[in-house]
């Protein structure tokens, strides 16, 4: 910093050669002798060359508050002509260090048309005055300011020409770091986005330098900025989404791209582990609070329908142990209902409402930062020090499958302590048998039944029994569920409720996928029973042999079916629909369509249905196609099954409730928690897996044994997934998250190899031949049905 005594006398001679008084110029003079500083290779060739010509243009630092395009040519032009860019560089510090002077800067034209010496036009002062009283009132934005003011074209080509030079590059860097603190101070303290609207344009400017990936800002600026930016209040981060919103892919991609790096870049530069947890680092966890912001920009800047929404669901009845989960302190620590997240709110739009994003969501998941994340330490976090901790889990879509599963996982397992510890201690006041589990007993030949009927009589005496852990015992069977007995269980009920036989479902032979059967005769408990298995088979962690349509996925979180949903369910349907929106001939007189549709029940029989009232006599027109099309729609996806999926979300919202599932997973996730993945990898599970035993990875029995599994074809490698594992799907991850473990049962002999699938344990004699392993593992994985005690 200098002072105005540290000017030379030749300064003082020049400004007396131009009439001019030297301290109308000599804030011009310490940007100058103050550059010098910040850039110490950088010399001054021509001082008195570099006055005149300030003078001669009547450019001077002391009177420029903002930028515009055009000035900043106009400086560039000055700067070439006498020989250095002494004068841009002090432009640069003085603008981009000062919070007002580059809110002003940048204005589009209109807005441009009447400053005052400040930068603000009569109009915007009175907006600015009005918003700040209307704020401290009501305290939210209403949603009038969302225009972009900012030239963003013109922001984006000065940065073009002024980035080229290092200098001035290194000047900016210092300038970011210079405002930042004083930014933070405004927004943290006096809210200053609700005294001026336009006080987003200083993120919006600074984000459209292309180089801030660079290790220069990195290291120094970008981290400031973001935790600058993450001070903005709920309605300014609303109104910067909807901002960013308006990007076209490249700018929303590149926006997401800048504050990737920056996680990615700390979390390589650090080492974190549970001594050093990645959620202490203010750099990652303020990249990612900013990186939310631009994911809900995605989300509204993609193809939304938030208006296909299904009704409100059923409360789901309490039981009586409310009161002393009240008593326990259980209610303050874990409330109960889905979490929302408030900027979602605040934008009125969720993730679901997104069918397709114009970047894809993947490209927000961060898989650095996943490797790192004590996934333990985060849900706790995110469940109990919500306020003074943060969590990644309040950033999911940052989160790849394995990672939001995992917690998913630690919630589940918690609920079910929960329950077995009240269920305790209401034995010990009420002198009732402890029962910690849900215990089913049910016969092979009666699975159904007995299934169907012992889970309605909990879920109708006490919901929250649905939410212990589960614990299955077929009749006659001496074997103990450690999991693998549920994982059967699970794979026979959905064997049987989805056979064709039954009607419940209809079966499509081309997608292979299975539909509401809207003119079943089976009773609404039967399908209850199909969303509780469905909600417990995530709460226990067991994989699902289901095909269902996405559209399913996407009603149980919450929205209705439409006509684009039908090329997933209803292919051909959604085939004929499209050519009757796009035929460009007379519908009306071509098609002779009316409003009156028809379909078949289970016996063969056509059913009429009036998409209107008296639908038979209103014809399918080239103005009424798309009602047509969407009423269509709505009813073979919502209407006609009603009744059969209402019973069977209320199944599943019965287990999941208080999960959240609804938060952490976007619905095609939701398919991959109850499916899991068909992509078999062999290799990958040779990779993962264990020994146990005396056998190792060298062992000639093991390599005999991978060689023969590899050339299994896909139905045999279910099998024998299916005999070691008890279900024929990979895990959420892959197969190299399984960890399979194959121990030596014995020396060589005629037994079968046997498995504990409750452990994913492969019991392997020691053959004697790669023939003979291969027939005996053959023998066992075709004929496995049933438990016994080993």
């Known amino acids: 910093s200098c002072s105005f005594s540290e000017c030379s006398v030749s300064w003082l001679d020049i400004g007396a050669q131009y009439n001019i008084h030297i301290l109308q110029n000599a804030f011009c003079i310490i940007i100058i002798k103050a550059d010098y500083t910040l850039a110490p290779s950088f010399r001054l060739i021509s001082p008195i060359l570099s006055f ?15 930028l515009t395009e055009e000035k900043v040519y106009e400086i560039l032009a000055l700067c070439e002509e006498i020989g250095n860019n002494s004068l841009l560089i002090g432009v640069i510090g003085k603008v981009f260090s000062n919070a007002e002077c580059l809110v002003r800067s940048f204005r589009k034209e209109e807005s441009n048309a009447s400053l005052d010496s400040q930068g603000r036009s009569e109009n915007e002062k009175e907006n600015a005055s009005m918003s700040a009283s209307s704020a401290s009132r009501s305290g939210e934005d209403d949603g009038s300011h969302d225009e972009v003011t900012v030239d963003v074209a013109a922001v984006r080509r000065v ?8 200098k001035a590059e290194s000047a900016l860097v210092n300038a970011i770091l210079c405002v930042m603190p004083s930014v933070e101070d405004e927004l943290t303290y006096h809210d200053a986005c609700a005294f001026d609207p336009n006080y987003l344009n200083l993120f919006v400017i600074i984000m459209e330098n292309c180089n801030l990936h660079s290790p220069e800002y990195l290291d120094t600026a970008l981290p400031f900025v973001c935790k600058a930016m993450c001070r903005l209040s709920l309605p300014a981060q609303a109104r910067l989404a909807r901002l960013w919103s308006r990007y ?85 620590r874990t409330p109960k209902g ?26 927000f998941i961060n898989e650095p930062l996943n490797e790192v994340l004590e996934m333990d330490k985060d849900y706790v976090f995110y469940k109990v020090n919500a306020e003074s901790k943060f969590a990644f889990m309040s950033c999911p879509f940052i989160l790849n499958a394995v990672t939001k599963n995992q917690g998913l996982y630690y919630d589940n397992r918690i609920r079910m302590y929960s329950e077995r510890r009240i269920t305790a201690l209401y034995s010990m006041v009420d002198g009732q048998q402890a029962n910690p589990y849900l215990k089913l007993k049910v016969r092979r030949d009666h699975l159904i039944d007995d299934a169907l009927i012992s889970l309605e009589m909990f879920a109708m005496e006490n919901p929250s029994d649905l939410k212990k852990q589960l614990y299955v015992e077929f009749e006659g069977e001496q074997g103990l569920d450690e999991g693998g007995i549920s994982k059967e269980f699970f794979q026979l009920v959905v064997e049987e409720l989805f056979n064709p036989d039954i009607g419940m ?24 029973l199909i969303g509780i298995v469905l909600g417990l088979a995530i ?65 063969g029989n056509p059913v009429l249905h009036d998409l209107r009232e008296n639908g038979d006599q209103i ?48 619905p095609d996730e939701i398919e991959l928690l109850i499916c899991g993945s068909r992509n078999l990898d062999f290799h ?20 005999d044994f991978w060689e023969t599994v590899h050339t299994f074809g896909q139905e045999q490698k279910r099998l024998f997934l299916q005999f070691t594992t008890g279900t024929d799907r990979a895990p959420v991850g892959g197969l190299g998250k399984l960890k399979l473990v194959i121990a030596k049962n014995g020396q060589d002999s005629d037994r079968l190899p046997t498995s504990h699938t409750c452990f994913n344990v492969l019991l392997l004699p020691e053959y004697s031949s790669k023939e003979k392993l291969r027939e005996r593992l053959l023998k066992a994985i075709t004929y496995a049905k049933g438990f016994g005690m080993l």
């Not at 005149?52 to 903002?66: E, G, P």
């Not at 929302?340 to 969501?361: A, I, M, N, W």
């Not at 208080?658 to 976007?666: A, D, G, I, N, Q």
Request: hydrophobic residues 35%; aromatic residues 10%.
């Open 52 to 66: 005149q010509a300030l003078i001669s243009h009547h450019v001077t630092l002391a009177d420029l508050n903002y």
């Open 159 to 166: 940065y073009d020409r002024i980035l080229t030079d290092e």
């Open 248 to 332: 076209d892919v490249r700018g929303i991609r590149r926006l997401a791209e800048t504050f990737q790096q920056l996680i990615t870049y700390t979390v390589v530069c650090h080492k974190f582990d549970e001594d050093n947890l990645v959620n202490d680092n203010e750099a990652v966890v303020s990249a990612a609070k900013c990186l939310k912001i631009v994911y809900y920009a995605n989300v509204l800047a993609g193809e939304l329908d938030p208006q296909q929404n299904e009704e409100e669901e059923d409360e789901i009845l309490e039981s009586n142990e409310l009161t002393l989960q009240e008593l326990l302190g259980e209610e303050e």
């Open 338 to 363: 889905p979490r929302v997240d408030l900027l979602e709110t605040e934008l009125g739009v969720c993730v679901s409402d997104c069918r397709q994003p114009v970047v894809s969501f993947d490209e």
């Open 505 to 528: 479902f209809t079966y499509d032979e081309n997608t292979k996928l299975f539909w509401f059967n809207s003119s079943s005769l089976e009773n609404e408990g039967q399908y209850s």
């Open 539 to 603: 709460y226990n962690n067991c994989i699902l042999d289901v095909h269902f349509p996405m559209v399913i996925y996407r009603k149980l979180m919450g929205k209705k079916g439409t006509f684009l949903d039908l090329a997933d369910s209803h292919p051909v349907l959604y085939k004929s629909l499209k050519e009757l929106l796009d035929y460009e001939g007379n519908v009306e007189e071509d098609m002779t369509l009316t409003f009156q549709i028809s379909q078949t029940d289970l016996f």
């Open 619 to 666: 014809p399918v027109t080239n103005d009424n196609r798309k009602e047509f099309v969407t009423k269509y729609a709505d009813y073979i996806l919502n209407e006609s099954v009603k009744v059969q999926f209402k019973a069977f979300r209320r199944g599943f919202h019965m287990v999941t409730n208080e999960s959240p599932l609804k938060y952490l997973f976007r």
């Open 684 to 703: 990958a599970l040779e990779e993962s897996t264990d020994y146990d035993g005396g056998y190792s990875r060298e062992c000639r029995v093991i390599k």
